[in-house]
């Protein structure tokens, strides 16, 4: 069994690629990533006796098929991934992101290779209370040029699927929380257990505090690829995989019961907004998988890994 992996080095690539040996024991790991985020850590200490290939290099210009071929998944992770830095970049976003994909789902097209495309539930910018994928395109409302370029990604896959041979699945990812060698610190639950633990204030959107979001522990979108692979999942439908949603109030009681005395500061951003929102999971569920992940745990996890980085923790 072959496996490839685009953006493997990455937050949630480097934790993946610890984890399907294990899962897919013999499987051939075949890792692709441009270094663009420099998170050489990923590839340390790698377990001894597993099949990894790894590729320095960048999606957008490399011949695909020959690595794609005979793989029984391409696990398509590689993108720019700064939500809120994507307004100042927006053109080189779309370029790199869009056009990985249409590249790789292209390249998994010729030689009949199913595809796990992942997408961000920050397509959603609803005014209902509870939103889920069948909503209504009105109620799609990208809240920056990363999530306008995913749902472009996410259309262009359905129409190449209606011509060709694409066999496909797109997660909607929550926001992801968990610990890996190649995690990052841009989104909301990671960046605040580092301010916790730096003793920096926390900076929240000032819309924020009480505005339910989706999360999703990375235990969670583990098992979630693993349970895509298992069950043959490529049915050519979005599904929206989250552990919880939760409000930053909750997630900053979480990291209270660790670091007593946050402050918080209250910031602008150019993503917020004034609606408050639950996404469902349920489509995700209805194929049998069952969401195990804590939030809290994963918080917990991540200012442990951080605790003797500053004595406020100890
Ligand atoms: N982490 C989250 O909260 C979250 C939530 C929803 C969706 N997602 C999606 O999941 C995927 C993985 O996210 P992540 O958190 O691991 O991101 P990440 O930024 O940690 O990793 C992305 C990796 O892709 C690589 N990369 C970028 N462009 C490339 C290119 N053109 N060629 C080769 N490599 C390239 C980067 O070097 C990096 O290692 C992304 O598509 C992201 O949009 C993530």
């Known amino acids: 069994m072959k496996l490839v992996i685009t953006g493997a080095i990455g937050h949630i690539g480097s934790r993946l690629i610890r984890e399907l040996p294990s899962r897919f024991p013999g499987a051939e790991i075949v890792m692709i990533d441009n270094m663009m985020t420099q998170r050489y850590p990923s590839l340390f200490n790698l377990s001894d006796n597993i099949n990894y290939k790894f590729f320095e290099t960048d999606v957008l210009s490399t011949d695909l098929v020959p690595i794609i071929e005979n793989a029984s998944v391409?696990?398509?992770?590689?993108?720019?991934?700064?939500?809120?830095?994507?307004?100042?970049?927006?053109?080189?976003?779309?370029?790199?992101?869009?056009?990985a994909t249409e590249k790789v789902a292209n390249a998994c097209c010729s030689v009949g290779t199913p595809l796990i495309h992942l997408s961000s539930t920050s397509v959603y910018g609803t005014q209902n209370e509870i939103v889920d994928e069948d909503?209504?395109?009105?109620?799609l409302k990208p809240q920056s040029p990363y999530a306008e370029t995913k749902l472009r990604e996410e259309q262009?896959?359905?129409?190449?699927?209606?011509n060709d041979k694409l066999r496909f699945i797109t997660c909607r990812f929550g926001t992801i929380c968990g610990v890996s060698?190649?995690?990052?610190?841009?989104?909301?639950?990671?960046?605040?257990?580092?301010?916790?633990?730096?003793?920096?204030?926390?900076?929240?959107?000032?819309?924020?505090?009480?505005?339910k979001r989706p999360y999703l522990t990375l235990d969670d979108a583990v098992s979630a690829v693993f349970h895509i692979i298992d069950k043959n999942l490529f049915d050519n439908r979005t599904y929206n995989v989250l552990t919880d949603n939760l409000t930053v109030d909750s997630i900053v009681k979480y990291i209270s019961q660790k670091i007593p005395d946050i402050k918080i500061n209250f910031v602008k951003s150019k993503i917020m907004n004034q609606l408050s929102y639950n996404v469902a999971n349920e489509r995700f569920k209805a194929t049998g998988f069952i969401?195990?992940?804590?939030?809290?745990?994963?918080?917990?996890?991540?200012?442990?890994?951080l605790r003797n980085s500053n004595t406020i923790t100890r």
């Open 135 to 139: 909503c209504s395109l009105e109620e």
């Open 74 to 99: 391409v696990i398509h992770l590689a993108a720019i991934t700064d939500a809120a830095g994507s307004f100042d970049k927006k053109e080189l976003v779309e370029k790199n992101n869009f056009f």
């Open 291 to 305: 969401f195990k992940g804590k939030v809290e745990k994963s918080i917990f996890e991540t200012i442990e890994l």
């Open 181 to 211: 060698p190649g995690m990052r610190f841009h989104t909301a639950v990671n960046k605040f257990c580092w301010q916790a633990v730096m003793g920096q204030p926390l900076t929240v959107w000032e819309t924020a505090l009480h505005q």
């Open 156 to 162: 262009y896959l359905v129409e190449l699927s209606k």
